[in-house]
Each structure stands twice: as C-alpha cells, then as structure tokens.
C-alpha cells in the first residue's frame, strides 16, 4: 500500500484525491448493490467533483465511531490500534481506501499491520447475521475486501452498534476471487469515465437524483420524448395510482386487525409496527403522527 493523505488533512484535498480513483465506500456502487449511491450517480460524482450532502445518519455514525472503537479496543487488549489513512493500491493507484483502524498485535506493534477495523452504526439489525461470523451487508463486505486488497491484509473486523445499544462484531476474510471481480468491474468503472461514457440510467433513487441534479432549470422549451418512454411513465403513473388504493384498503385492514397492538406478525414473521407521536409547534403545525412502519422486503441477491 502507498499512504495518499493523512486522516487530519483538510476535506478538500481529500475529495480531490478520491476523484481519481475508486474509494472502498465506493465500490459497491460501481457493483450495483449499494442503497445509497448508483453507477450513474457515482460517475456524475466523480465527474462533477460533487460532495456527498451530509444526512444525519452520516453525521452521528461520524459521531459515534470513536465510541465503537473504544468498546472494540476495551474487548480486544490484545490489539492496538490506529487511525486510518487514505491508501492507494502499489500497483493500481486508481484502487484507494481509507480504513477506519489499522490494527496491530500489542506485543509486537513494529510488525506489519495485522488487519482492519471498520465501524458502523444501524438502525436495527436487518442484515446483520450472528456476531462473530462473516454475516454482514453484501454492500459492507465488498468495502471491506476492497481495504483489505489495497492495504494487503488478510482479515477485517467490523464493530457495529445496532440501536444505540446493541454492540456486535464481525469478522471477513480476505477473498482473492471475489476482489479480482471487483478489480474488473472498477477498471470498466475508471474506462467509462475516461472515455466519458456514462453508465446506464436505472431505477435507483440516486440515479433519478443525479438527473435533477444535471438539469436544475426550466426554459421555456418543449422536449418530444420517445414513444416508449411516454407511454411507459403513464403506465407507470396508472400502477402508482392503483397500488396506493391497494394499500390504504390493507393498511385499514391490518390497522383494525391490530386494534390497540404494536407490533402486527403473521406465522411468526414480523409485518409492521404502529407509532404514534407528537410533532411540535417549533418544527412544523403541532399534530400527531400515527405511522405504521412496514417491513422492508428482502432483495434478491
């Protein structure tokens, strides 16, 4: 591995670094399997140089991780660790990472970096397996691949709290198949934006983002737009409109079979949970919220 840029270096330059190269957050994009960023969304943001817009979920994961750290290091007094740097690969420098810990073994910190220490927060624990084993996010696994073949280590840990509470730990082992596949999907990545060739729209929310993004404004021209794509969005429209009748005739459904219950299961898998809560006056017009909190359906792997 090369060192690119301390931890402590100023943002700017960190996000000009990034820009020439694939990031190890970045990776799953380009795979198609990340929920928050699509391959479209991630070539405009290269391209463009645009930043990431801060959402409070990054900014309490960015608040929380030395915490999560500490509880790792107070379970692991065999293992010192340290503060990551941007890294790129020796031999492909498109290939960066910044790991969130180098780890080392405590009686003998002179050796090479031993592995890795990735931390994260969640919401709750859809996607996490047992602590302990390899079961973790299909997104977060190929992040952490990607450090382990720019850092060239073998094993990383992931440390995550789960609902403010729930501490658990995870362990994934180097696989060479798995990165050489990655390795290939990121240099046709770093080809398109070369060539400027832009990846295919898609349906990721990312993606319909990206687009209002590259066409802020209005003029007062018309656009004819092909036949299937007017007719597709109509037909889309006319789905739309039946599902949301679909639904609201279940949800009173589900809601009168729940009555005064929380939690709604059938056969012992959960269905939906009830919340009711006060909005204040300082926030918008006081009123109560009564939200049923559906289960998110699995996606295909």
Known sequence: MSSVLSPDVDREAWLAARRKGIGA?????????????????????????????????????????????????????????????????????????TPDRYVWLTENPTLDISGLLELKTAHSGDGWGEPGTSDIPVYYRAQVLWQMAVVDVDWADLAVLIGGSDYREYTVFRDDKDIAVMVEAGRRFMARIEAGDPPPLDDHHATLATVKRLHPDLDDTEAQIPP???????????????????????????????????????????????????????????????????ARAKKES
């Open 228 to 294: 299937d794509i007017a007719a597709g969005y109509r037909r889309a429209c006319a789905m739309e409109r039946t599902a949301k009748r679909v639904k609201a005739r279940y949800e009173t459904r589900l809601r009168d079979a729940m009555g005064r219950a929380r939690k709604a299961t059938s056969g012992g898998t959960f269905v939906a949970s009830r919340s009711i809560y006060e909005v204040d006056e300082h926030t918008v017009k006081a009123h109560t919220v009564d939200r049923l909190n559906p």
């Open 25 to 97: 957050s970045e990776i799953a994009a380009v795979l198609g399997i990340s929920p928050w960023e699509s391959p479209f969304s991630l070539y405009w943001r290269k391209v463009e140089g645009w930043d990431f817009e801060p959402s409070a979920e990054m900014e309490w994961g960015n608040r929380l991780e030395p915490a999560v750290a500490q509880k790792y290091a107070d379970a692991h007094p065999e293992y010192e660790l340290g503060d990551g740097h941007l890294e790129e690969h020796p031999f492909q420098p498109w290939m960066l990472a």
